[in-house]
């Protein structure tokens, strides 16, 4: 209890390829296997992560901005809210199946979003 975690990820793709609609996927949907299932799983409180993108075409000039970003995120780790999973015995989940009870979340959504508290699209 009380344990946090934050993956701070480079990515040489530009942010936008990273998206919803982007070729790589969401971010989030990415790292969910780690930040769930490696993370949050034992108990850590997982915290949105640290990414910095398009790290490939990276300059001196881009370097500082980047840095003072995750300087400051550092700032904040003990004040950042964690991603809100919802707990696999905490009631959200059928037992034995671990599928998300119908009456949660929009019966049409698929994907990682459903795991979130409170999530309904």
């Not at 995120?73 to 707990?87: D, G, K």
């Amino acid at each position: 209890i009380g344990k946090r975690a934050m993956l701070v990820v480079t990515a040489g793709g530009w942010e936008e390829h990273y998206a919803p609609r982007g070729v790589n996927g969401p971010i989030d949907d990415l790292l969910f296997p780690i930040n769930h299932g490696i993370l949050y799983y034992p108990g850590y409180d997982v915290l949105p992560p640290f990414v910095a993108y398009s790290v490939d075409r990276f300059g001196e000039a881009d370097f500082e901005p980047t840095a003072e970003r995750l300087r400051e995120r550092m700032r904040t780790l003990a004040t950042t809210q964690p991603i809100p999973y919802r707990r696999q015995n905490g009631g959200d989940y059928l037992i034995p199946s671990m599928n998300l009870r119908p009456d949660l979340g929009d019966p049409n959504m698929i994907g990682f979003k459903l795991h979130l508290s409170g999530s309904t699209n």
